[in-house]
């Protein structure tokens, strides 16, 4: 089955610097690659989400970028807020949607 | 809230015995799949769905088994609950495979 992981498993900047959480998957079948974002004690919510023959997609302070021959993708968040401290947590999926392990972000003001 | 509903959502049991839990969607979405979260693990996929009667394992399916009689209703048992089996259960749904997953609000499972 598919194999997602994720790093770095926790990240702290200071808020305006840009985030950056890399993701690798096995799967070549895998052609849909999500991001969420989870608050503490709440559901996993999407914030940004990109397909197989798509290799780069941006929105606002948000992009994804994905390499398909490396398998692997990467969400860039520019311009940090306190407000984007929160886990994300990537995904890749065919049939059903395997998670890495999340990457807990802290931005500081 | 995309539809979906979780029941119950909090629940403490004893070991060894056995517990459903209830994903309930009003949105007619084909997929529906069982998670869990714990702390260091992320989420990770006990059993999906691919429409009536059509499951298959995840990557931690050892000890849950599934059903899904009906288009709205997914379920997830534990045959005979463990310690190891306390966590946060999530369900999430999405009508294809290459389009966004919603989830409920999640379960919190206590196995003492």
């Known amino acids: 089955g598919e194999n997602v992981e994720q790093h770095p498993s926790t990240l702290s900047v200071q808020e305006g610097d840009s985030a950056v959480i890399k993701c690798t998957y096995s799967?070549?079948?895998?052609?849909?690659f999500p991001w969420y974002k989870q608050e503490l004690g709440k559901r996993p919510q999407l914030i940004i989400d990109?397909?197989?023959?798509?290799g780069e997609k941006k929105d606002q302070r948000i992009a994804v970028t994905l390499n398909k021959t490396a398998k692997h993708f990467s969400l860039h968040i520019t311009e940090t807020q306190p407000e984007d401290s929160a886990v994300y947590f990537c995904?890749?999926?065919?049939?059903?949607?395997?998670f890495g392990a999340g990457t807990r972000l802290t931005v500081k003001p | 809230d995309a539809g979906i509903t979780q029941s119950p959502r909090h629940k403490v049991t004893e070991t060894g015995t056995p517990v459903t839990l209830r994903c309930h969607q009003t949105?007619?979405?084909?997929?529906m799949y069982w998670y869990r979260q714990d702390p260091g693990h992320g989420l990770r996929l006990i059993h999906y769905?691919?429409?009536?009667?059509?499951?298959d394992k995840g990557e931690v399916s050892d000890g849950y088994s599934v059903s899904r009689s009906k288009t709205e209703d997914f379920l997830l048992t534990l045959e005979s609950a463990t310690s190891s089996q306390t966590s946060v259960y999530f369900c999430?749904?999405?009508?294809?495979?290459?389009?966004?997953?919603?989830f409920g609000q999640g379960t919190r499972l206590t196995v003492v």
């Open positions: 999430a749904i999405r009508t294809g495979v290459n389009t966004e997953a919603f």
């Open positions: 799967d070549s079948a895998s052609n849909y």
């Open positions: 990109i397909r197989s023959n798509v």
């Open positions: 995904a890749a999926s065919s049939n059903d949607m395997r």
């Open positions: 949105e007619n979405h084909r997929y």
């Open positions: 769905s691919y429409g009536v009667k059509d499951t």
